[in-house]
C-alpha cells in the first residue's frame, strides 16, 4: 500500500517539467534561524517567492499563512514537520487551493554546507510544484479470517488476543503436548501448510497431516485420524512457526506476516498490525503492462526471460508467447519494468516519462541557480528518507551538491533514467540501499552495470554511478565525501516523449552528442537490451521464419523479392529469431550503434527469385528451389521421371494444375514384389 511522496509531504511531479513555480505562492522559513536562507537568490529562480523567508512561520508567524491562503492560489510551503498543522489551518478556512509541502531542511539547509545550498533549494522547490500522473488502483478486501500458523502455546495465546478483532483460526504444525483450552473460542488444529497462493483477501492453503482435536482431550489435545491434501481458505495469514516462509520475499506479500516467535516484543508489533487488517483497502497498480509489446516467447520458442528472472515475489509467470503479471501478488518493486527492453513492463509510480521529467526540473533549476558538479542521489522513503534526516539531525547532512531523489522503489531505476541524468548534467549518480537488505537488486545492478559501460565508453570516465549501502549516517557521509568532480557533459535540454524503449534511445543519442569522446558502435556485455544480429549469409536459406517471430519488427522480408532486412534501432536482443532460425545461423551481437544506421534497414541477405518454368512467376529463391531438386531427382520413387521433378520448380498453381493432368497415384509407392508360390519352387 505505498504511496509515492516527494520530499516528504508533496506530490511527486509529471512530465513535461518547468524550472519554476509560475502560478503558485512559495513560503520558506529558515526555521528559527537553524538554517541559512539567501532570499534574494530564491527569489530570482523561484516564481511566486517574494524573497522574505519567515523565522517562526508554524508559530509566531503563522498569520503569514493564513494570508497567504487567502489569496485563493496555489500554495508551496517549505517544511513538512509541521504540515498536519498547516493542514489544520486549511481546513478551519475551509478553503480548497492545492496545498503542498517540501522538506528543505532535512534535505538541504541543514548541513555543514547549508550557505551553499541554494540552487539545491531551488531545485527542490521547482520539483515539489510539478505534479504527478495518476496511478490506478486496485481494491483488496479482507473481511478477517485468520489463520495463526503455529507450533506451540504461543500460536494459541496470540490467536486469543486477536479473537475479538478477527475469525481466529489456530493451525500448529508438528505440535508436542498442547494443553486443551478450557473454552473452544475458536478452532485449534493440527496439519503442515505444503502448498500456499494468494494475498490479503484471498490466500488458499494445502495442508497435510490435517487432523481435528478430539473434544474429551484432557491433559494434553488428542488428534483424530490424520489426512492430506486439505484445502482451506482465509483473509491473512499470521506466521509463528518459525519455519522458512510459505512465500518469496515473504516481506512484500500482503497479508502475510510473519516472524520469530521467540521475540515477544516483535509479536506484539505484528498482532497489532494484523488487528488492522480488516476492511476495504486500495493498492497502487504498480506495473502497466501491454502484453502485445512482450518479447517473452513466439510459436514456443522462448525469448526474453528478463522479468522471470528478477522477480522477487513470483508475480510473473508464462502466459504462452507473453507473460503474465498479477497485480495483486506485486509488490511494487520494480525490477521488471526496469530491465524489460521493450517496454512491455513499465513502472507506472511514476511513468519513465514522468521521473525523467523530476530529473530534468532538478537538474536544469539547480545549474540555472549556479549550481555545478551535481550528484544524484536516489532513495526509497522508509530507508533513505530516514537515514538523510538522521544525517542531518546529528552529523554533518548532504553536501551541497548531492541532490536527494525519492523514488517508491530504489530498484525501479533503469538505463534510461541514469543515461539523461548525464545527459541533463549531472556529475555522478548513486543509490541509497540499506547494508542489511532484505531487497533482491539483480535488476538494479544489471542497470548500473549497464550505465557504467555507457559512460566509460564514451569517456565519462569509471565510477560515475554506483551503490552506497549504508544503515547510519556515518556511513552515509563516509560514501559522499569522494564522489567524482567535474566531467559532468554540456547539459542537453530535451523533453522526455515516448515510452519507455523510445526515452532509453533518445537518451543514449543525447548522451552521445555531449560525451567527451563520442564513438559511433560502443560494444556491450551480453545480455544488454541493445545491439544487432549477424547472419552467416552461407547457410541462411532465406526461409524468412525468423521475419514472423521477431516480436519487435526488427527483422523484415520483402515482397518483392527474397530479402531479409534488419533494423537494428528495434530490436532488443530476446533471441528468439536466433531460437527459431532452423539453420542457426543466427547469433547476437549486443552493442549500441549511435549512428543513423541504426534507424534504416540493412540488409542482411538476398538472393535471385526462381522463376516458374511454367508461368514465369517469381516464387522462392534459385538456390533454395535449385538444392531441393537435385537432391531429389533421381533419388525417390516419386521423382524417377524428371516431369515430376520439373513440379517442384513450379509455382503452388501451376504445380496444381501439373498435378492434374499426370496419373499418379501419392500412396502407390513402388510396384509390390510378385509374391512367391509353392509353384516356383517345384
Known amino acids: 500500500m505505498v504511496r509515492l511522496r516527494s520530499g516528504a509531504q508533496t506530490k511527486a511531479p509529471g512530465k513535461n517539467a518547468v524550472m519554476t513555480n509560475q502560478g503558485r505562492t512559495v513560503l520558506l522559513c529558515d526555521c528559527e534561524g537553524s538554517m541559512p536562507l539567501d532570499g534574494r537568490a530564491l527569489a530570482a529562480t523561484c516564481r511566486g517567492f517574494d524573497g522574505q523567508a519567515a523565522t517562526q512561520l508554524c508559530r509566531g508567524q503563522l498569520g503569514r499563512f493564513a494570508e497567504a491562503l487567502g489569496q485563493d492560489s496555489a500554495l508551496l510551503v517549505g517544511c513538512t514537520q509541521e504540515a498536519p498543522l498547516f493542514d489544520e489551518q486549511a481546513d478551519e478556512v475551509g478553503t480548497s487551493v492545492d496545498l503542498r509541502f517540501v522538506n528543505i531542511r532535512e534535505r538541504a539547509g541543514w548541513s555543514d554546507e547549508g550557505a551553499a545550498a541554494t540552487p539545491k533549494i531551488a531545485a527542490l522547490l521547482a520539483e ?23 507450533r506451540d502455546e504461543r500460536a494459541i495465546e496470540a490467536a486469543r488476543q486477536l479473537a475479538d478483532r478477527l475469525d481466529v483460526t489456530v493451525l500448529l504444525d508438528r505440535p508436542a503436548e498442547i494443553l486443551p483450552p478450557r473454552r473452544t473460542d475458536f478452532p485449534v488444529l493440527r496439519g503442515t501448510v505444503v502448498r500456499a497462493s494468494g494475498y490479503l483477501g484471498r490466500f488458499e492453503l494445502e495442508v497435510d497431516d490435517y487432523a481435528t482435536p478430539a473434544p474429551s482431550s484432557r491433559a494434553a489435545l488428542a488428534w483424530g485420524p490424520a489426512r492430506r491434501g486439505a484445502k482451506s481458505s482465509c483473509d491473512l495469514i499470521i506466521d509463528l512457526t518459525g519455519n522458512p516462509p510459505l512465500f518469496p520475499a515473504d516481506h512484500k506479500r500482503d497479508g502475510y506476516l510473519r516472524v520469530d516467535p521467540g521475540n515477544p516484543a516483535e509479536v506484539q508489533r505484528l498482532l497489532f498490525r494484523a488487528a488492522d487488517l480488516v476492511g476495504e483497502f486500495e493498492k497502487p497498480l504498480y506495473v502497466s503492462y501491454r502484453a502485445e509489446l512482450c518479447a517473452h516467447s513466439r510459436s514456443r520458442k522462448t525469448g526474453c526471460t528478463r522479468c522471470l528472472e528478477v522477480c522477487p515475489t513470483g508475480a510473473i509467470a508464462p502466459a504462452g508467447d507473453h507473460v503474465a503479471i498479477d497485480p495483486y501478488v506485486c509488490a511494487g518493486c520494480g525490477s521488471c519494468g526496469a530491465v524489460c527492453p521493450t517496454g512491455a513492463a513499465t ?16 537538474l536544469s533549476t539547480y545549474r540555472a541557480a549556479g549550481g555545478r558538479d551535481a550528484v544524484l542521489l536516489f532513495h526509497d522513503e522508509t530507508h533513505g528518507d530516514a537515514l538523510i534526516e538522521l544525517l542531518a539531525r546529528h552529523g554533518s547532512g548532504l553536501p551541497a551538491r548531492v541532490i536527494p531523489v525519492l523514488v517508491n522503489s530504489t530498484t525501479q531505476i533503469g538505463v534510461e533514467v541514469f543515461a539523461s541524468a548525464f545527459a541533463y548534467g549531472a556529475s555522478a549518480a548513486r543509490v541509497l540501499l540499506p547494508a542489511r537488505r532484505r531487497e533482491d537488486i539483480t535488476a538494479l545492478a544489471r542497470q548500473l552495470g549497464l550505465a557504467e559501460s555507457v559512460l566509460s565508453g564514451l569517456g565519462f570516465g569509471s565510477g560515475r554511478v554506483g551503490l552506497i549501502e549504508a544503515d547510519d549516517p556515518d556511513a552515509l557521509a563516509d560514501a559522499l565525501g569522494p564522489l567524482p568532480t567535474g566531467g ?61 517471430a521477431c516480436p519487435t519488427g526488427a527483422l523484415t ?22 531460437n ?13 550503434d549511435f549512428t543513423d544506421a541504426a534507424r534504416t534497414p540493412r540488409v542482411m541477405k538476398q538472393e535471385e527469385p526462381f522463376h516458374c518454368i511454367r508461368c514465369g512467376k517469381p516464387f522462392g529463391t534459385k538456390s533454395s528451389v535449385e538444392r531441393v531438386a537435385a537432391k531429389l531427382a533421381g533419388k525417390h520413387w516419386m521423382f524417377q521421371d524428371s516431369a515430376l521433378v520439373d513440379r517442384i520448380k513450379m509455382c503452388g498453381d501451376c504445380r496444381v494444375v501439373a498435378q492434374a493432368q499426370i496419373e499418379l497415384d501419392p500412396y502407390a509407392g513402388p510396384e509390390r514384389p510378385k509374391p512367391r508360390t509353392t509353384d516356383d519352387y517345384r
Not at 347 to 362: E, F, K, N, Q, S
Open 128 to 150: 515539489a510544484a510539478l505534479d504527478l500522473p495518476p496511478v490506478a488502483q486496485i481494491p483488496l478486501k479482507s473481511e478477517g479470517v485468520a489463520l495463526v500458523y503455529g
Open 347 to 362: 513502472y507506472a509510480l511514476p511513468p519513465p516519462d514522468a521521473l525523467l521529467g523530476r530529473v530534468r526540473t532538478l
Open 488 to 548: 559532468a557533459a554540456e547539459p542537453r535540454d530535451f523533453l522526455p516523449l515516448g515510452d519507455k524503449r523510445g526515452l532509453a534511445r533518445l537518451a543514449m543519442r543525447q548522451l552521445h552528442e555531449a560525451a567527451p569522446t563520442p564513438v559511433d558502435v560502443l560494444p556491450l556485455a551480453s545480455g544488454a537490451p541493445f545491439g544487432r544480429i549477424q547472419v552467416d549469409a552461407e547457410g541462411c536459406t532465406l526461409c524468412l521464419s525468423c521475419v514472423p
Open 557 to 578: 522480408d520483402n515482397a518483392d523479392r527474397p530479402q531479409l532486412s534488419f533494423v537494428e534501432d528495434a530490436c532488443v536482443q530476446c533471441g528468439i529469431c536466433k
Open 580 to 592: 527459431t532460425c532452423p539453420e542457426k545461423v543466427i547469433s547476437l551481437v549486443p552493442q549500441i
